[in-house]
T-cell receptor, first 111, second 111 residues
Framework: GQQLNQSPQSMFIQEGEDVSMNCTSS?????WLWYKQDPGEGPVLLIA?????ELTSNGRLTAQFGITRKDSFLNISASIPSDVGIYFC???????????FGTGTSLTVIP | NAGVTQTPKFQVLKTGQSMTLQCAQD?????MYWYRQDPGMGLRLIYY???????DKGEVPNGYNVSRLNKREFSLRLESAAPSQTSVYFC??????????FGSGTRLTVV
């Protein structure tokens, strides 16, 4: 299967700080998705990206579809305690129906 | 509420036992998926169904079978459970223009 490398693996930040994480692949993707997973729950879609260079926001979250189409970035501004969770990227190749998921970034926000 | 319903939420099996994980969606979408989530591995696709009556293997299909009973239901069967199948299983459906909607997961332990 496709390898999606997410970094960092984990982050510990103070409330109010900004957060950046990224996802890279050796393959070209035509769609990138970003999900958040709370403990004991399934992942929930945060942002979907469909074009290289696209920058999309959802409240305090902003994600970008990399120009090379091999990477994507997620930023969270002014973090709050409820941002705690695991963030996953997912990418879809030009061919096929499947999305491939990254290994996740675990975020801890310290009040 | 619209969404994906998975049952059971928790299950403990002995090695060699069989069981079926149930999944139902009420969003009338064609595509349904079964993923497993293991620590440090992200989400890996077991099987998917692009439409009623069709199923295809994903990245990790060995040891599993699926049935797309109708448009609404997609079940995952373990014929002879093994400890390596201890995992959290997620069912998902997909809107063609959006992304996956996940169920809340089934936590399976095989002893």
């Amino acid at each position: 299967g496709q390898q999606l490398n997410q970094s960092p693996q984990s982050m510990f930040i103070q409330e109010g700080e900004d957060v950046s994480m990224n996802c890279t692949s050796s393959s070209i993707f035509n769609t990138w998705l970003w999900y958040k997973q709370d403990p004991g729950e399934g992942p929930v879609l945060l942002i979907a990206l469909y074009k290289a260079g696209e920058l999309t926001s959802n409240g305090r979250l902003t994600a970008q579809f990399g120009i090379t189409r091999k990477d994507s970035f997620l930023n969270i501004s002014a973090s709050i305690p409820s941002d705690v969770g695991i963030y996953f990227c997912a990418g879809q190749l030009n061919t096929g129906n499947q999305f491939y998921f990254g290994t996740g970034t675990s975020l801890t926000v310290i009040p | 509420n619209a969404g994906v319903t998975q049952t059971p939420k928790f299950q403990v099996l002995k090695t060699g036992q069989s069981m079926t994980l149930q999944c139902a969606q009420d969003m009338n979408h064609n595509s349904m998926y079964w993923y497993r989530q293991d620590p440090g591995m992200g989400l890996r696709l077991i099987y998917y169904s692009a439409s009623e009556g069709t199923t295809d293997k994903g990245e990790v299909p060995n040891g599993y079978n699926v049935s797309r009973l109708n448009k609404r239901e997609f079940s995952l069967r373990l014929e002879s459970a093994a400890p390596s199948q201890t995992s959290v299983y997620f069912c998902a459906e997909r809107d063609r223009n959006y992304g996956y909607t996940f169920g809340s997961g089934t936590r399976l332990t095989v002893v």
